[in-house]
């Protein structure tokens, strides 16, 4: 608590404001940011003109206003010079790319992850691919940090990855990428179904949705949750771990120990046994079945039904603890939503209460398979955007 | 997004704080506030003597400080001048109360509620107690609002509440209440386990956690969400629902329509039911299961555990989802938790992640059965603390 802020504080918050505004907007006017910031046209030109001589935004004439009399100054994010680096780390891929302030992809690249590659042997593949990249990039750019969106546990603290639901933590990602990225302290991980919501929410299907939850499908399943406009995150930072919430007390056992999890039932293995594919494994097994089951395969189709009736029931459960707005579907969720929509709307009908699902519309991914990646780059762009003359 | 505060909107948020402090926490001295607040000492002199003012608060030279020099002066909240009414409409009870600034209660009544009585015919019994607390207060008195607890669903714009999980809005009760009382700009209504929930975060057994589940149990079962120090409400204000959380798949139906909701694992009519005590209902009888199973009575025990086995059950899943570091047992849930502690605590380890559940504390509510009364009236505080000298 403080006596109020003083006008130095004020001036790098509004700062922050037009910055994150044209960030997640592109390019605006400067009548538009008086009007959406709420600050007079004279503040708005002396942020803009701050703002340029950083080099975070540049200002041109618009092309064409349909109007008469002087038209508005359109500010624009420096996309080309101003850039983050995003790595996402997947269950069966490494993807990084060198991403624009305001969320452009100017570069990027992607390899296997072949199956039992542990976490920390992905440091060497993505710092080489953050090399290259870093190679491209023309003189007088500006780099503002690296984000990391991980497929697993992460300790906020300090990005360290919890491996399997019952294993102690073991792999310090944050620090060894810090240490091969020389980039230690601009380096920020995540998890990869958090950022994923954190961006869908920001710029993807559920703008203006305060209540959101984002399912991702891989070999397990995960959820970032926005909750009143805030991210459940949890005292240890492992709200939203719902691969693990039981659905099915009689079900399978399940990798962590417990007994029909969500994941056991609607997770990839599931799927490909229940389609009787039992020696598959991985995306592209996963897509196998939704491709089959389209075709009018039967035991593909009874397999995606089934599925789609426990994607069903967990989110319906789901809706009765948070009343959302959105619920959008990620990963191999994606495809299997895109074929068993039918079921899924049915038993969430059935299991939730009118009042909780009443106004749930259900999406796919608005940035589609990039929506880690870009959130990614969110993370390292945050520092920036919170306190933009901070160097 | 505005150009900054002026200095009027710094003294009064610098008002409020000092305010909600002294409602939290009590008498407390110059010099602490001065240490909580991170204001000056001349600021907090300057605050202090405008809420003395307003007769908000008062100020007094401690009995006995222990320490040699001038003893700093103590500010204490009004607690009997100034004052809210707080109602409770519960399923077989209606309560009331006058309770002050600071949260002591200065008067209380209490009445059985019928069972079939509707929500609306609530209003007349409630109103009456209203009136005859009124009439006990002393002249120069201020009254700052009422607020209400119903169990029930509450449609926050307008404290209308759904009668049953599957029914139309039906029972207009703000608009009723307040035109009985005519204080209808001042009523707030509420649900029973979201004050709770407000109030056990704020004042009771989960003071400091920011990630709280509390947990009501009556005719049915109700919970008050808080994570990352917001509560959890959802779309349009249902958050929380989660005694339709379905649980067993396989499980009895619901009156929800749905099949093996929590509540009908953990419920009363589920606990009589495996105490063989079909006909019996409400708080005595579940009272007396537990009783018996304190006595040996081995259906009451085995009717208790199975309880607590699903509610280890339930929290387990919520542990997952939320990440919390308490859950709190109120209601009827208080009395199967104190006899069937182990029982939860087993299950709950069973289906919670380890990173999920280790920092868990089970706790009974620190406000007793009061939770929800006193939460009531924070709700008619709020106001005032938000803005202490708007009248």
């Known amino acids: 608590m403080r006596a109020g802020p003083s006008p130095e504080e004020v001036r790098r918050y509004n700062l922050g404001s037009l910055l994150r505004y044209v960030h997640l907007n592109g390019a605006t006017s400067r009548a538009e940011l008086t009007n959406r910031l709420g600050l007079n046209r004279s503040t708005i030109g ?13 200002e041109a004439v618009p092309r064409e206003t349909g109007r008469a009399g002087r038209p508005s100054l359109v500010v624009r994010p420096e996309s080309v010079r101003v850039h983050a680096y995003a790595l996402s780390i997947e269950v069966d891929r490494l993807r ?19 199956p039992g590659m542990q976490v920390l042997d992905t440091v060497e593949p993505l710092a080489d691919f953050v090399g290259a990249m870093r190679r ?41 990428l810090g240490a091969a990225l020389g980039d230690e ?37 995960g959820a970032g949750i926005i909750a009143g406009g805030a991210q459940v995150t949890g005292y240890g930072g492992h709200g939203g771990d719902i691969g693990h ?18 994941e056991t039932e609607i997770g990839e293995q599931a799927l490909l046994r229940r389609a009787g594919r039992d020696g598959e494994t991985g995306r592209e097994a996963v897509l196998g079945v939704v491709r089959a089951a389209m075709h009018g395969d039967s035991r593909a189709q009874f397999a995606v039904r089934r599925a789609g009736e426990w994607i069903g029931f967990g989110v319906g459960n789901l809706a009765n603890i948070f009343n959302p707005e959105a619920v959008i579907f990620g ?33 796919t991914p608005g940035l589609g398979n990039d929506a880690a990646l870009i959130g990614a780059a969110e993370l390292a762009f945050q520092h920036l955007l919170d306190d933009p003359l901070l160097s």
Not at 96 to 114: F, I, N, Q, S
Not at 152 to 167: K, S
Not at 245 to 262: A, D, I, K, L, Q
Request: hydrophobic share 40%; charged share 25%.
């Open 245 to 262: 919430m039981v659905v099915n007390p009689y079900g399978r056992e399940c990798t962590c120990g417990s007994r029909g999890c969500w």
């Open 185 to 221: 302290h601009r380096l920020t991980v995540g998890n990869h179904a958090d950022v994923s919501a954190l961006v869908e929410h920001s710029r993807g299907a559920a703008i203006g949705c305060d209540n959101v939850i984002y399912l991702h499908g891989d070999a397990g399943i």
């Open 331 to 363: 990963g191999t969720l994606r495809d299997v939503y895109l074929v068993a929509a039918a079921q899924i709307r049915s038993r969430l009908n059935e299991v939730a209460l009118p009042a909780c699902r009443e106004h749930i519309r259900l999406r």
């Open 96 to 114: 990084a790319a060198r991403v624009g302030l305001g969320g452009r992809v100017l570069d990027r690249r992607e390899c296997r992850r072949p």
């Open 136 to 176: 491209e990039v023309a003189d007088g750019a500006r780099h503002v940090g690296t984000g990391v969106a991980v497929a697993g546990r992460i300790r906020r603290a300090d990005g360290t990855v919890r491996l399997a639901p019952t294993v102690d933590w073991a792999e310090p990602l944050g620090a060894a």
């Open 46 to 58: 002396a942020l803009t003109a701050e703002l340029t001589t950083a080099g975070l935004v540049s």
